[in-house]
């Protein structure tokens, strides 16, 4: 399969695969980074292309597991009586559509717990906990001082279970 081919039979779907992986990710940039993965790991398979009958469901798949392991990649996390635990129902075994819904509300969950924090709060609840980035890289990114750090992010933490256990 050449370039224009790869054109005409896989990019046309470039809004479709965005869409997918933004409603599973809810983060555009996450989700443009998955398109942009699917498409190095469909051309560096091209000449393997022409051989699948649906080329669109066959990329809709590789999406769906892009986002899965970006998912986990960023350490696919969510708070649940308080604590941070791995979210059990993304695995490579037990991907149905309910699973995944499952893990949405969770998310969204989470998303909006998040978001009620002050700036300062979110940025280092994220910084630490989701991309496990060390005390001194985060304190120096923020220019601030690794205990005020550290006495910020049990605040966040404190307020995100507070929150957590209120909207149940």
């Not at 695969?17 to 051309?43: C, E, M, P």
């Not at 708070?79 to 559509?97: A, F, I, M, Q």
């Not at 819904?101 to 998303?111: P, Y």
């Amino acid at each position: 399969m050449n370039e224009q081919e790869f054109s005409q039979k896989v990019m046309v779907y470039s809004s479709k695969f965005y869409r997918y992986s933004y409603k599973i990710l809810g983060n555009k940039d996450d989700a443009h980074d998955t398109v942009q993965d699917l498409y190095v790991k469909l051309w560096t398979i091209r000449k393997n292309l022409n051989s699948i009958s649906n080329i669109e469901a066959f990329a809709t798949t590789i999406v769906r597991n892009l986002c899965i392991d970006r998912l986990k990649k960023i350490k696919s996390t969510v708070l649940d009586s308080g604590c941070l635990v791995k979210l059990s129902v993304v695995t490579e075994s037990n991907n149905n559509e309910d699973d995944l819904e499952e893990v949405d509300v969770k998310i969204d969950l989470v998303r909006r717990v998040i978001k009620k924090l002050p700036e300062l709060q979110q940025k280092i609840f994220l910084m630490r906990d989701f991309e496990e980035k060390e005390y001194d890289t985060i304190s120096n990114e923020l220019g601030i001082s690794e205990e005020n750090l550290r006495v910020m992010l049990s605040r966040a933490r404190k307020k995100i279970r507070e929150l957590i256990e209120t909207s149940r």
